[in-house]
């Protein structure tokens, strides 16, 4: 008896022992196949981020994507709490789907040129990684970011084309519009607008804004995640940056065309391309705090709502 006492006592201390073992060797592991995950993300798609690099510094109109890796590392940073929270249940049937739809876009951007589909496939391969590793929870708690990092890969040049040329047209007609209320000799010659009958301002593709509105569409998607708002609201907020940089274009046109009456075409240009782009993003950012403080109005939130709607049911039963 006293050895099959000892036996049970030795037994108990070692099971706790064998079981932690078990626990902390889990999260290594699975530590260890995320790590390995990584390296071979990193090492397959080298060619593809390097090339997104030299998009960014070389076109212009996309030079604010270079941002976006950074902003959503804050986002994560933000939501380590809820993130931590979360149990790891990795989904692997929905992970290797969107791994295979991952590949599949890069394998069709290689073999036809495509270089925008396999960037795209970027953003699809770390959905991908997360729904494998983290699970469906985390994957919902991240999909903002997930979303939010396609705004890191400029528009395919089809796409770009479309877009380009209408901003320069409205652009164009939207400051001749405005400028006729302030000087009396106003005109427009296709995306030329003529100044007094004798000064001539060209709108070039480079000043059709698209320039301003991927980078108030980076920041409207930076505001929209890090206010507390509904999530149609922040729907609304990220679809505003739109209208919002075509207004802020226009006004820098306008700007510069007055410049360039009342003082001279050198210092008109000189506003245009220095001055007046650091001006129009805090200005664009008051617009958007703007329009949150009128939707802030103009909305009444649900838990204010309910106990409004019982007194009035009260109120009209009292009546009758």
């Known amino acids: 008896m006293g050895k099959t006492a000892l036996q049970r006592t030795c037994s108990r201390q070692i099971l706790p022992t064998v079981d932690e073992g078990r626990a902390r060797s889990i999260p290594l592991a699975l530590a260890s196949a995320v790590l390995v995950l990584l390296i071979i993300t990193a090492w397959s798609y080298g060619p593809t981020m390097t090339g ?13 994507g270079q941002l976006v890796p950074l902003v959503a590392i804050i986002f994560v940073w933000v939501r380590r709490k809820d993130l931590r929270a979360c149990t790891l249940k990795p989904c692997w049937w929905g992970g290797v789907a969107l791994l295979v739809l991952a590949y599949a876009g890069r394998m069709y951007g290689l073999l036809f040129m495509f270089e925008s589909a396999q960037r795209y496939s970027v953003v699809l391969t770390a959905a991908g990684l997360v729904l494998l590793v983290a699970g469906w929870r985390v994957f919902r708690r991240v999909s903002w970011i997930l979303l939010y990092l396609f705004l890191m890969v400029p528009l395919p040049g089809r796409v770009h084309n479309l877009i380009s040329g209408p901003l320069q047209s409205l652009a164009t007609s939207g400051s001749v519009f405005v400028l006729e209320a302030f000087l009396p000799r106003v005109s427009r010659q296709g995306n030329v607008v003529m100044l ?61 065309a007055i410049l360039m009456l009342m003082v001279s075409t050198e210092v008109g240009e000189k506003f245009f391309h220095d001055f007046a782009g650091i001006v129009m993003m ?12 009128l939707m802030d109005r103009l909305v009444v939130p649900e838990s204010a709502a309910r106990p409004q709607a019982a007194n009035l049911l009260i109120r009209k039963r009292h009546a009758g």
């Open 282 to 293: 805090p200005a664009a950012v008051l617009l958007l705090f703007g329009e949150i403080w």
């Open 52 to 64: 997104l690099y030299k998009e960014w510094q070389r076109n212009e109109d996309y030079s604010a």
């Open 196 to 256: 007094d009958e004798n000064t001539p301002m060209a709108v070039a593709e480079a000043c059709s804004g698209l320039r301003m509105l991927t980078a108030f569409i980076i920041v409207a998607g930076f505001i929209a995640y890090m206010v507390k708002r509904a999530p149609w609201q922040k729907v609304v907020l990220v679809a505003s940056s739109i209208p919002v940089a075509v207004v802020c274009n226009i006004i820098r046109i306008v700007a510069t």
